[in-house]
């Protein structure tokens, strides 16, 4: 999966409690990316990040939270106040300034299961 | 923002035999189209991708067709074969965003 590891693979939690999923990349680049995957849909962008210590809302960013304080680490922490939080999680990096081109690269994903 | 379709949601295709995907999207300054290609469980993984300045692009058994003026772009995979059975993932990009299709289940079958 390109030098992006997410752990852990599989994560259960209880309704109400706060949860954060491990994103870390070797590829030396900037920007870094959160995505939510759910059963027939395409992936939905939560937060992105192009530099240490900025980052975005994406499309989707009600209930989840991240940070960026170092290049190598973007986690994201899933709140109590994301309604529907079970999913599949997938973080990517891009080289920024990439000419056009926003070749992004997925790590293996952590399955987050709320009940 | 960018809106991008796909279709079909579900592909099965004799081994042998090529398939074809097609995706729509709406924002003209969209300018970079990548298709990915996931697998049970796992993350997808880049698999080609084209620039708005080239109409064509191959690569072995896949080739990636882009009409501008149309707004669609298309996948397209050769001589299939069982592992080529997975999930496809269309998108679309103008800046670091990546807008994806809702994505095409492809079965081979034996």
């Known amino acids: 999966d390109g030098g992006i590891t997410q752990s852990p693979k599989y994560l259960f939690r209880k309704e109400g409690q706060n949860v954060t999923l491990s994103c870390e990349q070797n590829?030396?680049?900037?920007?870094m990316y959160w995505y939510r995957q759910d059963p027939g849909q395409g992936l939905r962008l939560i937060y992105y990040?192009?530099?240490?210590?900025?980052?975005q809302k994406g499309d989707i960013a009600e209930g989840y939270s991240v940070s960026r304080e170092k290049k190598e680490s973007f986690p994201l922490t899933v709140t109590s106040a994301q309604k529907n939080p079970t999913a599949f999680y997938l973080c990517?990096?891009?080289?920024?300034?990439?000419?056009?081109?926003?070749?992004?690269?997925f790590g293996p994903g952590t399955r987050l299961t709320v009940t | 923002g960018e809106n991008v379709e796909q279709h079909p949601s579900t592909l099965s295709v004799q081994e042998g035999d090529s398939a074809v995907i097609k995706c729509t999207y709406s924002d003209s300054a969209s300018n970079y189209f990548p298709w990915y290609k996931q697998e049970l469980g796992k993350g997808p993984q880049l698999i080609i991708d084209i620039r708005s300045n080239v109409g064509e692009k191959k690569d072995q058994r896949i080739a990636v067709t882009l009409n501008k003026t149309a707004k669609h772009f298309s996948l397209h995979i050769t001589e299939t074969q069982p592992e080529d059975s997975a999930v496809y993932f269309c998108?679309?990009?103008?800046?670091?965003?990546?807008?994806f299709g809702a994505g095409t289940t492809v079965t081979v079958r034996a």
């Open positions: 590829l030396n680049h900037d920007a």
């Open positions: 990517a990096s891009s080289r920024v300034g990439a000419g056009g081109r926003n070749e992004q690269y």
């Open positions: 990040s192009q530099i240490v210590n900025d980052f």
């Open positions: 998108a679309a990009s103008s800046d670091y965003k990546l807008s």
